[in-house]
């Protein structure tokens, strides 16, 4: 009989979500299966100790699949880790509404598709762990990263209401906020370019010059990994988790401890927005 845990990470082929997945794979306690969308079902090959499926978060379809095959194999699922996303940079007025569904399609919805297919599994058990990916982005509003901050204070607010729903049937529900993490998405982060004569060119550069060196200098996402396995060894985890750079973690945490006008001074100063 395999008594090891079955974790579900989304998101596995990259960044974050693949280190939280190979972390987790080197584990004996643990079977980890990962998604990405050009995996398939069944696995053909496995990435290390990880077992690969095709799921695209996007889809309701796709989602139904890959979670019945490990169903199918296992059983159960007792952790699930929503770390499928994107980034898109660019200011908000020259951000069309249709990018920024997209945005939202995959780092909100998808987070709800997947937590809508495994929560009953989880509630069936009565145990569980859901450990949704977001961002100190999703605590501060980043500038000209407007509809990703967006998503990820969607995707907390999401996580506050689904964490007391949740705890009556044994489910834990918790948020890992990065910052600045050295990964491939700040290669992948598409960029909606100003048009030369944009008045927000200037500010656009500087901006996203400053995040793109932060993050090539960033933490590991080994360091994600590590506070995912507390999280998921604790009986009683606390809502969120920062992970990253102490002064990231510092500018976060003052909010709601010191005037609104201060951090926002704070962020116009760093990113050079003024």
């Not at 009989?1 to 990470?9: G, Q, W």
């Not at 979500?17 to 190979?22: E, H, I, L």
């Not at 004569?197 to 090539?216: A, L, Q």
Request: proline share 4%; with cysteine; charged share 30%.
């Amino acid at each position: 009989m395999d008594d090891r845990r079955v974790v579900l990470v989304t998101g596995a082929s990259s960044g974050i979500g693949k280190a939280c997945a190979d972390y987790l794979s080197k584990n004996k306690n643990f079977r980890v299966f990962g998604t990405s969308r050009k995996a398939s079902i069944p696995p053909v090959e496995s990435d290390g100790d990880v077992e690969m499926l095709k799921m695209d978060v996007n889809s309701d379809e796709s989602v139904e699949k890959a979670v019945d095959y490990i169903l199918k194999e296992t059983g159960r699922i007792d952790v699930l880790v929503n770390a499928a996303g994107f980034g898109i940079a660019g200011a908000v007025e020259e951000t069309s509404v249709e990018k920024a569904k997209e945005q939202f399609e995959t780092n909100f919805f998808g987070v709800h598709r997947v937590c809508r297919r495994v929560l009953p599994v989880m509630r069936k058990q009565k145990s569980g762990y859901v450990v949704n990916i977001s961002s100190i982005g999703g605590v501060l509003g980043l500038p000209f990263q407007g509809f990703y901050s967006a998503s990820k204070f969607a995707l907390e607010g999401l996580t506050e209401a689904l964490r007391i729903e949740a705890r009556p049937f044994g489910v834990h529900v918790v948020l890992i906020e990065p910052g600045d993490t050295k990964t491939s998405f700040t290669d992948k982060r598409e960029k909606i370019v100003a048009d030369r004569n944009s008045p927000y060119k200037k500010y656009f550069e500087k901006t996203i010059g400053i995040v793109e060196k932060d993050e090539r200098n960033g933490a590991s996402p080994e360091s994600v990994a590590k506070v995912l396995e507390h999280i998921i060894n604790s009986s009683s985890p606390k809502i969120r988790y920062r992970v990253g750079p102490f002064a990231q973690k510092l500018v976060a945490s003052l909010k709601g401890k010191v005037p609104d006008r201060s951090v926002e001074w704070i962020l116009r100063k760093y990113y050079k927005v003024y």
